[in-house]
């Protein structure tokens, strides 16, 4: 290496003329500064950045060590080789140690001190050069990834799903009612406890609620409790001060905090230890929560959702929730029925493959009739989250159409999709056999009674059963009901 900047520090003039010369006179093109203390060299360090320091250990005031430390402070970059007096051992390995790369013992051999900072600058230089390879590389990698990103977007489907969580409720039949419901309550500033079973979309009511509210622009925080452990609920939801406990570092708000002037969701509520639950009273009634730890309360403005799996009416007369907690939060009820009660399972369907299939790029644009069925047959223990990953899966399966084997992780009876009405069930069937054979002769003469009613307008019958066109449509063909008989009566 012929070029590059160097700095001596010494405290003896001789060597800050000797080695100046030597360097220049094997070293073309180098620059050398010289400084004859650890003062004016930090000085000189300021206003250059060099390609290598040689510093004497032993200097009055500030030694080498001390000024080693500074210039790995201020240039860390910057390869430092120290001088040292023999027999000082300890001090070169204090120096090596405090990040000298080398060490230069007295007397000083020309050669030698020529060849230790040619290796040094060398080593800077080459790391310089692996640092720019690297920067360069990393802005190469985030122009790919910008450009996949591009092109991924490009070859999404342009079927855009719905962001309103209102819009996947479906407004129709026994959802009509907690759609009104949750118009009605959105804008107040009542607490609403949403109560169903697992899977009906509890959360995706208390989304609703929120975004239909004038804090839709604030923040919607969600708090699983159920997954938290008791130990920990406390200083999640009401934050924790710096040492309230072992392990806390540092000041932590807690969830009532960060979702401030926004919506808090706890839910499944009823899994609240009963003393964090007595806390949770304290802060619905006096809107101010006390963080662990400190010893006075912070006002916290926030409106409560939360959502329970099983009645809470239940499990206060069980003594396992308080009731003055209960009554707090019993401001506005919303019960969600389960999916087997709803007559808009083949609308959610249709939206959960819509939205499948633009998030897994996949084709599959529709369902068929006798997939539809299966669906229709389902029991759906898990409700509209059991659904929605069905959809999902028959989706990844399905080329083009959901059929019936891309829905085999449902458990259903295939005879069940082409039973009529009137048919009775098979010798030897199962009581839940016996059921689903009465259910279809039931639901066929409600339709037949529907369709007789509208004079053959099965617009109007879906309307009168309370239905979707398309699964009123779907069951008059299994069950082999013709419109046509009914326009003469």
Sequence with gaps: MSQGAVLIVDDELAVLQALPHA??????????????????????????????????????????LELLAEIRTRRPDTPTLMITAHGENDLVVGALRGGACDFIPKPIDRDYFIAALHRAMETREARRRVKEQQLALERHLSELEAIIEERTRERRPTTKVS???????????????????????????????????????????????????????????????????????????????????????ERKEGQFQLAGGGTLFLDEIVNLPLPTQAKLLRALQQRQVQ????????????????????PLEQEVRLGRFRADVYYRLNEFVITLPPLRERDNILQLANGFLAEASTELDRPCCRISEAAAQVLLRYDWPGNVRELRNVIRRASLLAADVVEPEHLAVLPVDPSLATARPGEPAPAGSSLKQLAQAATVDAEGRAIRTALQTARGNKSEAARLLRVDYKTLHLKMKQYGISAGQFRQS
Excluded at 185 to 204: C, I, N, R, Y
């Design 163 to 249: 962001e309103s969580p209102l819009s996947l409720l479906q407004a129709s039949g026994p959802m009509e009612q907690i759609v009104q419901q949750i118009k009605q309550v959105a804008d107040s500033p009542l607490t609403v406890l949403v109560q169903g079973e697992t899977g009906t979309g509890k959360e995706l009511v208390a989304r609703a609620i929120h975004q239909l509210s004038a804090r839709r622009e604030k923040p919607f925080v969600a708090v699983d409790c159920g997954a938290i452990p008791d130990t920990l609920i406390e200083s999640e939801l009401f934050g924790y001060e710096k040492g309230a406990f072992t392990g806390a570092h």
């Design 291 to 310: 963080p662990l730890g400190s010893k006075r309360a912070v006002p916290v403005a926030v409106r409560i959702t939360a959502a329970s799996n099983v």
């Design 23 to 64: 360097l220049r006179l094997r070293m073309d093109g180098v620059t050398v500064d010289t400084a004859d203390s650890a003062g004016v060299a930090l000085d000189r360090i300021a206003a250059r950045d060099y390609d290598a320091i040689v510093a004497d250990i032993k200097m009055p005031g500030m030694d080498g």
